[in-house]
């Protein structure tokens, strides 16, 4: 696995990324200017957010959306927010 | 067995990726170099190949399922000349810098405009900079024979980079020569199987080719390949010295023609070298100490190499087929001049550019040039530094 600092010598030749499935240790959540915040009193779990996520951020557990969001990914975009047909999702200021 | 026959430069070298038996071809038809793709695709109709070919309708089409081949496992080849090299410009750095090991002729001919379909390098040396090793030749045998031997430089472990096998459009892609022609066999044996070591169609192993690579690698990716370039040098010269065994012909970074003990000499690639001999031989023979540096491997270029070669002649001509538009030269002048800066060499160094859109050199030509070399020795002053050689007023 690369990481951030490392030398030409330790890296993969042209730009390659052998490991599979990495882009989860990539952690975007740092992009965020505003978080999505899931009230579940409001939430009617159609899963809308869940579809609509880029990032697959908004977990779902035994068919239940859950309000714990992955925030190491979500880069709040707020397109769980824009879909919710219930205003269940409120885009906070970080 | 080698057999002895008489073929066109693009026969000869369709014969190459024949016994080469690429896995996959994707590949354009542009003059010069069409008659070698399709000789080739007759092969594959013929079924003398096992190879996937893949009619395309650009060459950056041709590059970029050249690289998607090479890319998924596979040995990819294709060939391109001027214009269509142009066309590639964008994937021709993608090839090189994803450090894929493809292997191109390229049939060099003139950049247009205004169009012109003849001999000279402004195609090639307008790619000098992209990352591909690049090899030149003197006529058909030699560049049978580096596209055999860039097989296995661009596929070796320390190189990985994509060869360009360069051969002069018309003069040496269009005209009968004599040369030999390994076995079908040998070939096979000598570039081996292509064992990537990663690549995308391994299912026991997925990875990602292609990725984003911005401010925080992409600068070690480049610095990979400047150092692959450099070890390309060791690579080329094994290679160079096993294919001596199978063919008793020798191969080096150039060849240095009479050079020992000159005094005055040309630098040249391709087809040009040819003439320049007749040249050095007719005046050898009424006593100037006339010698030849012919350039084989261009990129990486053999600085250290060149410069000892050049060391002790004291007025050197370099030919470039290629107008660079710097005002201070063509690229192999401005390479040549700067090694020689480095040793602090007691040589002066012009530039003759020369043959522009196909127009012949011919050995009085040349002889000309280097009687310009003996005037600088005699009287100490340069009086051109460079010369757009033949062109009217």
Redesign the interface.
């Known amino acids: 696995m690369?990481k951030?600092g490392?030398?030409?010598k330790d890296?993969?030749?042209?730009?390659?990324?052998?490991d599979?499935g990495n882009a989860k240790e990539y952690k975007t959540g740092g992009w965020r200017t505003k978080k999505p915040i899931l009230d579940k009193e409001k939430c009617i779990n159609c899963h809308l957010c869940w579809a609509f996520c880029p990032d697959i951020s908004i977990l779902s557990e035994d068919g239940v959306v859950s309000d714990q969001i992955d925030y190491d990914h979500c880069k709040g975009c707020g397109i769980c927010a824009n879909e919710c047909p219930v205003n269940a999702i409120e885009m906070v200021k970080e | 067995m080698s057999s002895k026959v008489a073929l066109t430069g693009n026969e000869a070298l369709a014969q190459a990726m024949r016994q080469i038996n690429p896995d996959v071809v994707a590949a354009y038809p542009i003059t010069p170099q069409t008659a070698m793709v399709q000789t080739f695709s007759q092969f594959v109709a013929d079924g003398e190949v096992d190879t996937e070919y893949v009619t395309v309708e650009s060459e950056h089409s041709a590059m970029s399922a050249t690289v998607g081949a090479s890319a998924a496992g596979s040995r990819a080849m294709t060939a391109t000349a001027a214009n269509g090299l142009a066309l590639m410009w964008e994937i021709l750095y993608i090839a090189s810098?994803?450090?894929?090991p493809i292997v191109m002729p390229v049939v060099n001919r003139a950049l247009s405009g205004p169009i012109n379909i003849h001999c000279d390098h402004s195609d090639a040396m307008g790619a000098r900079d992209s990352g591909w090793i690049q090899l030149y030749a003197e006529n058909a045998q030699e560049a049978y024979d580096n596209a055999i031997q860039a097989i296995r430089i661009s596929e070796h472990k320390d190189v990985?980079l994509p060869t360009m096998v360069n051969l002069d459009g018309f003069i040496t892609s269009h005209a009968v020569e004599s040369l030999e022609i390994l076995a079908d066999e040998d070939v096979k044996e000598f570039v081996g199987e292509y064992q990537p070591e990663?690549y995308l169609l391994n299912a026991d192993?997925?990875?990602?080719?292609?990725?984003l690579?911005l401010q925080?690698?992409?600068f070690?990716?480049k610095?990979?390949q400047a150092?692959?370039m450099g070890d390309a040098k060791q690579v080329i010269l094994d290679i160079a010295k096993e294919y001596k065994e199978l063919t008793a012909r020798e191969y080096g970074f150039f060849e240095s023609y009479k050079l020992d003990d000159a005094e005055v000499a040309i630098v040249a690639l391709n087809s040009t070298a040819g003439t320049a001999k007749a040249a050095v031989n007719n005046l050898r023979e009424a006593g100037v100490k006339a010698g030849l540096l012919k350039i084989r491997v261009y990129r990486p270029f053999p600085a250290e190499e060149i410069a000892d070669a050049l060391k002790d002649i004291k007025a050197v001509a370099v030919l470039d087929r290629a107008e660079s538009f710097s005002t201070n030269g063509g690229p192999v002048f401005a390479d040549i001049r700067s090694v020689l800066y480095d040793i602090k060499a007691n040589v002066e160094v012009v530039d003759y550019i020369y043959g522009l859109g196909g127009r012949d050199i011919k050995v009085e030509e040349i002889e000309s040039i280097f009687n310009d070399l003996q005037e600088i020795i005699k009287t100490g002053q340069v009086e051109n530094r460079i010369t757009h050689f033949g062109v009217r007023q």
């Open positions: 690369v951030p490392d030398g030409y890296i993969p030749i042209g730009g390659l990324i052998l599979a | 810098g994803t450090r894929l990985l990663n192993n997925p990875i990602a080719i292609g990725p690579d925080d690698f992409y070690e990716h610095m990979q150092v692959a």
